[in-house]
């Protein structure tokens, strides 16, 4: 039994398939779901990064900045509002972004910083793999 999953945000669908696992940052918390999972509906974390475990054991990675996740009948859905596939990341681009959101001191600029940093840690955790 495999789960079915869908990444998604308003632009476009990033991902979609079969996987074995899906781990995700809540605003509650990290969560793993595997099969047979219990019915949840989530809050992503600004700044997360969301792990897919695919059946071939592939590792689909992404930077996600808000928005819900739902697990229902071995159905995921990850509803972002801003969603960037970790292969799409410009790493140098994401460096000065956060170098710049570093350099001022309002609420933009600490959530610039966290949406940089989340895509960092999302094309690092791709590498690793």
Known sequence: MTL???LVSP???LWSG???MVLAKTTEGDIGILTNHEP???LIAEG???RITTTDNETVVAAVHGG???VDSNVVRILAEVAELASDIDVVRAKAALEKARQS???KAAAAARRAEARLRASESALVR
Do not use: G, M
Request: charged share 40%.
């Open 4 to 6: 079915k999953v869908a």
């Open 11 to 13: 632009e476009r669908e």
């Open 18 to 20: 079969e996987a074995s």
């Open 40 to 42: 949840v509906l989530a």
């Open 48 to 50: 997360a990064v969301v």
């Open 68 to 70: 819900f996740l739902s």
């Open 105 to 107: 001191e309002d609420d």
